[in-house]
């Protein structure tokens, strides 16, 4: 029998610590070795206790969650799931400057006290640190200077080759937002080719993500929109509940709301409609992501011809997606998440 997934819990409010022990340990696959009432306290358990899974509350006297989060994957990296009432869908800032500093994943307080919502919260919460305890993280160095190639807005591309490349498709899940941000983030305001991505995130949560890397990049980031044509220097995400596809014109459509692979919007639906219409002029990129989707579509970009990139198992959150491609021989480049971006501006730079 394997040992139950080994919890440390960060919280100050005695009452919100205690229904979170006693949620977790309902579970006999769960067992919490450690309480902090703040993120000095944690530092100083985790090195003793060697938790799994770290839980931690956002608003905390002394240290809080978010700089916890810095700490522990710069010196102790492991999944960290921040619990808070401050991670609902509105706090998109909150939400996705917590996944930028290495958090995992977010879980919101629940706002009522009924009996069926404790049920459902308890379900909730113990899946996901099931799910965490599975994932690998990796150090991150605060501070890190980005690549040299975000240093101007400008880059310098040759004509000859831009035709060669007339689209980059990015899929992803679990630990998307940060892989993402990584690559567009490095990417010039002139970039000569559009980017179209497809994200397994919460409902709701998908605007937040677009106007958080908008903000923070060169490239425009936006949600793609029925029967707009994609255009270089832009970002397109797949909407909600609806498979992102491109009709005989290379305008966007909207497709089934029916899940592919488990997922809708589908990785696999928005590579197969990208290569349909662009063939070889078509670079797909699989991210970080548990389950298989994807694949299949990496499948259909390099039948076409394209080029086929997949993020490496040391720096994925979750190797599902990118090793189902490797797996299927369907992946031309196996690549740290860091290397993504510097080696698709060579392939389009002079």
Request: with cysteine.
């Amino acid at each position: 029998m394997p040992e139950p997934i080994s919890v440390l819990l960060v919280e100050d409010s005695p009452v919100a610590l205690e229904i979170i022990d006693r949620l977790l340990t309902s579970s006999p696959d769960i067992k919490v070795v450690g309480k902090a009432r703040n993120g000095k306290e944690a530092l100083n358990l985790i090195a003793k206790l060697q938790p799994k899974v770290i839980c931690t509350d956002l608003h905390m006297k002394e240290m809080d969650g978010l700089e916890l989060t810095k700490q522990v994957m710069e010196n102790y990296p492991r999944p960290i799931l921040v619990i808070s009432t401050s991670v609902q869908k509105e706090d998109t800032n909150t939400i996705f400057e917590l996944l930028q500093a290495g958090a995992v994943d977010v879980f919101p307080k629940p706002n009522t006290g009924l009996a069926s919502d404790y049920e459902q919260v308890k379900r909730d919460l113990i899946n996901k640190i099931k799910i965490l305890s599975g994932v690998t993280v990796f150090t991150r160095r605060q501070a890190l200077p980005l690549s040299n190639f975000n240093s101007t807005n400008n880059f310098a591309f040759s004509a000859d080759i831009t035709r060669a490349i007339k689209v980059i498709t990015i899929g992803t899940s679990t630990g998307g937002p940060q892989a993402v941000h990584k690559i567009i983030a490095q990417l010039p305001a002139n970039l000569p080719v559009p980017v179209i991505c497809t994200q397994h995130i919460s409902q709701g949560f998908l605007q937040g993500l677009v106007d958080w890397l908008d903000s923070e990049c060169k490239v425009k980031v936006k949600i793609a929109q029925v029967g707009e044509m994609p255009v270089p220097g832009t970002v397109y995400f797949a909407p909600d509940q609806n498979h992102l596809e491109l009709d005989t014109q290379g305008n966007f459509i909207y497709g089934s709301s029916i899940p592919v692979d488990g997922h809708c919007p589908s990785v696999t639906v928005t590579f197969k409609s990208v290569a349909k219409f662009y063939g070889k002029a078509t670079m797909g990129i699989l991210l970080t992501g548990m389950g298989k989707d994807g694949a299949l579509g990496m499948q259909a970009i390099s039948t076409a011809g394209g080029i086929t990139i997949a993020q490496d198992e040391k720096t994925c959150v979750v190797f599902g997606m990118p090793s189902e491609a490797i797996a299927l021989g369907v992946v031309q480049q196996v690549l740290p998440i860091q290397d993504i971006a510097p080696l698709l501006l060579k392939k389009l730079a002079r």
